[in-house]
């Protein structure tokens, strides 16, 4: 069974500090990873992806790929209490094209 | 900015109707999806569609669904005879490339069924 982790939280991180999630998966031939963010009762929200090893930057928003530790990680710095959602991690299954796995989500918390 | 929308935005059902979900892709993509989220469980892969014919499906998509894009924009959701465990949000999702794996979501359709 492929499974993606998450800790379901909810993290809570105090405004302007850095918030990090986190997301292992156990599908070793895994090739592309995703940070969604759900607001309650929204649709999912692409914020980042990611490919390779190593870091990606985008704004406040920065992923962090380890393949050998089948880890992967989102960090938002600056925290802003707009921020406050569920992270959705979501990594494509190694033999497949278009299958997307999910998982249960991170609920995140800026306090003012 | 180029949105995947969806139709209705609620559907209440009984049980043992059919029920019909529209989506509008985002117009140059080229892949397109049904996902569904049962209330406070994760998101589930249904379906992905490309070249007019379903790329890949999950156990989930069982012989009660079916996909279908009648026209140049619309992509469809049937759920045929319901069943009360299929209250759930119904998401409809594009993309550009199947190298990328990128996927936009639509607003997504809850339905309901009674």
């Known amino acids: 069974q492929k499974e993606v982790e998450q800790n379901s939280g909810p993290l809570s991180v105090p405004e302007g500090a850095i918030a990090s999630l986190n997301c292992t998966y156990s599908d070793r031939g895994s090739q592309s990873f995703f940070w969604y963010r759900q607001y309650s009762g929204k649709s999912p929200e692409l914020i980042m992806f990611?490919?390779s090893n190593g870091d990606k930057e985008d704004g406040r928003f920065t992923a962090q790929l380890n393949k050998a530790s089948q880890y992967v990680s989102l960090l938002i710095r600056d925290s802003q209490p707009s921020d406050s959602a569920t992270y959705l991690c979501a990594v494509n299954m190694g033999d497949s094209n278009y299958q997307l796995i999910w998982g249960a989500g991170t609920k995140l918390i800026i306090k003012p | 900015e180029p949105e995947v929308t969806q139709t209705p935005s609620h559907q209440v059902t009984q049980m043992g109707q059919e029920v019909i979900l529209r989506c509008v892709p985002i117009?140059?993509?080229?892949?397109f999806y049904w996902y569904r989220q049962i209330l406070g469980q994760k998101v589930e892969f249904l379906v992905s569609f490309y070249n007019n014919e379903i790329s890949e499906k999950s156990e989930i998509f069982d012989d009660q669904f079916s996909v279908e894009r009648p026209d140049g924009s619309n992509f469809t959701l049937k759920i045929r005879s319901t069943k009360l465990e299929d209250s759930a949000m119904y998401f409809c999702?594009?993309?550009?490339?199947?190298?990328?794996?990128?996927?936009?979501f639509g607003p997504g359709t809850r339905l309901t069924v009674t």
């Open positions: 117009s140059n993509h080229l892949y």
């Open positions: 999702a594009s993309g550009r490339d199947r190298e990328t794996y990128e996927q936009y």
């Open positions: 990611i490919y």
